[in-house]
């Protein structure tokens, strides 16, 4: 059982930057991923993590702009997000699984953050 919260949304004007945070508790190793929602649109991957931390992986659309990394003692995900854009305006959640096939698939986590609002105005 893995519990995710999330936190560190808010608003800001485009070029500004904004770290989200996923703090974790279970034991073991696992993949975990940030994942957005914006009004009727599906979830779609942004950053992934894989268990042992070696890989990361990131949609097109955040490439360069967006860093993930974890503190394994404080067993937290974090997104950096640098040079915001109107377009990364969504709700943003942390998912987490101990066995996926697809990095971007939402249906391969099993566990999810409550998810924190990001606004960026132009």
């Known amino acids: 059982q893995v519990r995710l919260t999330n936190s560190g949304g808010g608003s800001v004007q485009a070029g500004g930057s904004l770290r989200l945070s996923c703090a974790a508790s279970?034991?073991?190793?696992?993949?975990m991923a940030w994942f957005r929602q914006a009004p009727g649109k599906e979830r779609e991957g942004v950053a992934a993590?894989?268990?042992?931390?070696?890989?990361?992986s990131y949609a097109d659309s955040v490439k360069g702009r967006f860093t993930v990394s974890k503190d394994n003692i404080k067993n937290t995900l974090y997104l950096q997000m640098n040079s915001l854009k109107p377009e990364d305006t969504a709700m943003y959640y942390c998912?987490?699984?101990?066995?996926?096939?697809?990095?971007?698939?939402?249906?391969?986590?099993?566990?999810w953050g409550q998810g924190t609002q990001v606004t960026v105005s132009s």
């Open positions: 993590m894989d268990a042992d931390g070696s890989t990361t």
């Open positions: 998912a987490a699984d101990w066995f996926i096939a697809n990095r971007w698939e939402p249906d391969e986590y099993d566990y």
């Open positions: 279970g034991y073991g190793y696992y993949h």
